[in-house]
């Protein structure tokens, strides 16, 4: 049997609410058929909602709009919610698929900062990796993957303002090579550090996005070559997909 909202005027707006977040905007009789009311009684709902903040008259179009107030109250919600507790049970579960270590960066400017660090007690070797400390953008896997969601003129201020240094024999100084790569990184879905900030590591990574839909975050598997062969790369791949589709359906739903 289908529960129905003890209170009905709760029911109806926040019906109106969802039906105008849903639809950007209606009109009267759009409302009124869409909750089957009456349109003197819609009229009361949307004048409601009105004047509690959520939804605005379009002066031009007469349309119902719902207000920025949802955007701010969003804004809040997610302020009190720490990320790395949000996504450190996906990153865990990561780590067990994987058996290799798995990092979480936050971008910051031309650096990503280690923000959580999970990892693997089944393997001999451990990353000098420690929360804190610092990555530059252009020559990492979760560098790449965030440069390669942002727009070319962003990724060209980033080379620009980076200290561009052949880390290891391997690290990309070259743009035109760099923006070659992130094309890659595109296609691909995932980013590759090719021993290019650590000689004789290879870390596989993808980008993250804030609830605002802004790329913000990163998260990499990091290995040393012997376990890191194009073959485990491509089953790495696998995992590290799926648990960003899962983390990106909770953190933007």
Not at 18 to 47: C, I, P, Y
Not at 90 to 104: G, I, K, N, P
Not at 112 to 138: F, H, T
Request: net charge negative; glycine share 6%.
């Amino acid at each position: 049997m289908e529960e129905k909202n003890p209170i009905q005027v709760a029911d109806r707006l926040f019906g109106a609410l969802e039906f105008l977040v849903e639809s950007g905007g209606a009109g009267l009789m759009e409302v009124s058929e869409e909750l089957k009311l009456n349109k003197s009684t819609a009229h009361r709902v949307l004048n409601s909602l009105i004047y509690m903040g959520y939804a605005r008259q379009n002066e031009t179009s007469g349309k119902y709009e719902p207000s920025l107030k949802l955007v701010d109250m969003a804004g809040r919600i997610m302020g009190n919610i720490d990320i790395v507790d949000v996504v450190r049970p996906y990153l865990r579960t990561l780590m067990e698929q994987a058996e290799e270590t798995v990092h979480f960066v936050e971008r910051e400017g031309t650096e990503a900062v280690y923000i959580d660090k999970v990892e693997c007690p089944r393997n001999g070797i451990q990353m000098v990796s420690r929360i804190g400390s610092r990555i530059p953008l252009y020559c990492s896997g979760v560098g790449k993957a965030i440069a390669a969601d942002l727009e070319r003129r962003e990724v060209e201020a980033i080379w620009k303002s980076s200290s561009i240094t052949p880390l290891t024999s391997h690290t990309i100084t070259d743009y035109g090579a760099f923006c070659r790569e992130l094309d890659e990184v595109r296609k691909r879905g995932y980013a590759l550090d090719n021993e290019e900030n650590e000689s004789g590591v290879r870390c596989i990574a993808v980008d993250l996005r804030d609830y605002t839909g802004r790329v913000r975050y990163a998260f990499s598997i990091s290995a040393p070559v012997s376990r890191m062969d194009d073959e485990r790369i491509e089953k790495l791949a696998e995992f590290i997909l799926t648990t960003k589709a899962q983390i990106e359906k909770k953190v933007c739903p």
